[in-house]
């Protein structure tokens, strides 16, 4: 799966582009509890055609309902209006939250754009297919927009003149190897929302790989870090336990401005990995502290799936900015439970004698 914006975008630009009408929903504040942050963003096509979440639902279908029934036959006239932007709040009420499914308290704002104009839409999706970060801002006094660079990732703001959202290309992330644990992983990447990459250049991985979704290379790994050029929507998860592959890619890696970069292993691999970083590719301990290992949240994890949610959750951990307690560190929770056991044994020799 793409990145949710980018699918919004692109699919109203090419119904805009085949003549249809639609419009593009923004969440711009909220009060309470939301089920959706604000920037988030849908469209609607005259003819029903709906994609992305405002709501996670409800609201959805009352935009459906008010601006396309004229063309599901039942002649009572609702039709995408045209005109400037306007704004709609759904949750006002306590009667209202409840039949908008609402949580307990929760008001959203929306700001609804009327047939947005499709070059442009075109020009936007274009920029963030090429991994470009944009601002767009909207004109509120006649829907007028305008594209521009953006450097860091902006909040969203609005006033009474205007609109600027800021959008970003998708999320990477670079797998180093292609066995069973970079297909589950790979899977769950991708309903997560990145672009998936895969590189293994041993035949007989790449000949079982089974997720098309996911881009497969063939290059050495050093060389695809390179090319794959990772930053900060980028993470590079090394998973062939083989060195001459993993460090390689590693070394690379920490080379960037990757908001992730890890590889799996024991304890004793890890530590034996840093060694080796530091004894033949000259990297310093400071350097290899942005290097995580052994990689995902401790939850007792033994099979391929199991692991790879591990990975998974803190990956998406760090990408949303929590900081997990030391606890779940797969290291820290297993130091923990062998003192633990170790302390069981000690007491059971004790009793025992």
Avoid at 26 to 38: E, I, K, N, Q
Avoid at 158 to 180: C, H, K, S, W
Avoid at 185 to 211: H, I, K, N, Q
Wanted: hydrophobic letters at 45%; a negative charge.
């Amino acid at each position: 799966m793409e990145n949710l914006d980018v699918m919004v975008l692109r699919t109203l630009r090419d119904w805009r582009m085949a003549g249809k009408r639609g419009l593009l929903a923004t969440v711009v504040r909220t009060w309470g509890s939301s089920p959706r942050p604000v920037g988030s963003i849908m469209a609607l096509a005259e003819d029903g055609g709906v994609v992305g979440s405002v709501s996670g639902g409800c609201i959805e279908d009352d935009l459906i309902d008010r601006h396309t029934r004229a063309y599901a036959g039942n002649g009572t006239g609702g039709t995408i209006p045209s005109g400037p932007p306007s704004f709609v709040k759904y949750g006002v009420t306590a009667d209202e939250a409840h039949r908008f499914g609402l949580p307990c308290g929760g008001t959203l704002e929306l700001l609804l754009e009327f047939d947005p104009e499709a070059a442009q839409l075109a020009a936007l999706v274009e920029a963030l297919e090429a991994g470009r970060l944009v601002r767009r801002t909207v004109r509120l006094a006649d829907g007028a927009a305008i594209l521009a660079h953006a450097l860091a990732p902006q909040e969203l703001r609005v006033d009474g003149r205007e609109l600027a959202n800021t959008f970003g290309p998708e999320y990477r992330m670079l797998l180093i190897g292609a066995g069973q644990l970079a297909e589950y992983l790979a899977t769950m990447a991708l309903f997560s929302g990145f672009a998936v990459t895969v590189c293994d250049p041993r035949e007989e991985y790449r000949g079982a790989w089974s997720v098309p979704a996911a881009r497969l290379v063939s290059d050495m790994p050093d060389d695809v870090v390179t090319a794959f050029r990772p930053d900060r929507r980028s993470c590079v998860v090394a998973l062939t336990h083989d060195p001459k592959l993993d460090d390689l890619a590693l070394m690379e890696a920490l080379r960037t401005e990757a908001f992730y970069v890890g590889a799996i292993g024991s304890r004793r691999n890890n530590e034996s990995r840093h060694q080796r970083m530091i004894e033949h590719f000259g990297l310093t301990a400071a350097e290899l502290q942005r290097l995580r290992g052994p990689i995902g949240v401790y939850i007792g994890s033994k099979t391929p799936p199991e692991i790879a949610v591990s990975i998974m959750a803190e990956v998406l951990a760090v990408k949303n900015g929590v900081v997990l307690p030391r606890d779940m560190e797969v290291a820290q929770a297993k130091n923990q439970r062998a003192v633990v056991a170790n302390e069981v044994e000690v007491v059971c020799g004790v009793v025992g004698r």
